[in-house]
């Protein structure tokens, strides 16, 4: 499976970037997606080409990318609420798989400062390890949640309302 194999725009791969939700690493897989897709720039081929790259490597050519693309500053709130609605988009294109989804919006969570609807994919998490034989009906509610962040108002998500009820009901 690929990555983000998503209709990526400069935004969502700042935002992406500022939370520690994508790897240097998939940079290079990243900028060809966006070169197939039309977009161009020095920069961007430059990305494209990087071999295994680490952040150091990575960092001032994305800059670049993301000066020549266009993508706007971003505060700390906003990138978290555009990576999340990115990653949901991702699990409900079947980019990554509900789990992959649910882990990536945990670590979205800790990284956020704990806003309260990402909260509760950190207990999906927990109830898919704790309760192995319901995976198949937390995968159904995680993606159940994931449209929830799509649907929600772009500037609810990451400071939305309270957290929904677990995933596994306790009776």
Same mark, same amino acid.
């Given at each position: 499976?690929?990555?983000?194999?998503?209709?990526?725009?400069?935004?969502?791969?700042?935002?992406?970037?500022?939370?520690?939700? &994508?790897? *240097?690493?998939?940079?290079?897989? =990243? @900028? !060809?997606?966006?070169?197939?897709?039309? %977009?161009? #720039?020095? $920069?961007?081929?430059?990305?494209?080409?990087?071999?295994?790259?680490?952040?150091?490597?990575?960092?001032?050519?994305?800059?670049?990318?993301?000066?020549?693309?266009?993508?706007?500053? &971003?505060? *700390?709130?906003?990138?978290?609420? =555009? @990576? !999340?609605?990115?990653?949901?988009?991702? %699990?409900? #294109?079947? $980019?990554?798989?509900?789990?992959?989804?649910?882990?990536?919006?945990?670590?979205?969570?800790?990284?956020?400062?704990?806003?309260?609807?990402?909260?509760?994919?950190?207990?999906?998490?927990?109830?898919?390890?704790?309760?192995?034989?319901?995976?198949?009906?937390?995968?159904?509610?995680?993606?159940?949640?994931?449209?929830?962040?799509?649907?929600?108002?772009?500037?609810?998500?990451?400071?939305?309302?309270?957290?929904?009820?677990?995933?596994?009901?306790?009776?």
């Amino acid at each position: 499976m690929k990555p983000f194999t998503i209709d990526m725009g400069p935004t969502a791969l700042r935002a992406l970037w500022q939370t520690g939700q &994508l790897n *240097p690493e998939d940079l290079p897989e =990243v @900028a !060809a997606e966006l070169l197939i897709s039309g %977009a161009d #720039s020095q $920069a961007l081929r430059e990305l494209a080409g990087l071999a295994r790259p680490t952040r150091d490597d990575a960092e001032p050519v994305l800059a670049r990318v993301l000066r020549d693309l266009g993508a706007p500053a &971003l505060e *700390p709130d906003v990138a978290c609420r =555009v @990576a !999340a609605r990115a990653t949901a988009a991702r %699990a409900l #294109s079947g $980019a990554i798989s509900p789990h992959d989804a649910a882990v990536a919006l945990s670590a979205l969570c800790a990284a956020c400062a704990w806003p309260p609807d990402l909260g509760w994919f950190v207990a999906a998490l927990d109830e898919w390890v704790d309760v192995p034989h319901e995976r198949p009906h937390i995968a159904v509610q995680i993606l159940e949640e994931c449209r929830g962040l799509l649907a929600a108002p772009a500037d609810a998500t990451a400071r939305g309302p309270a957290a929904p009820a677990s995933p596994v009901d306790p009776g």
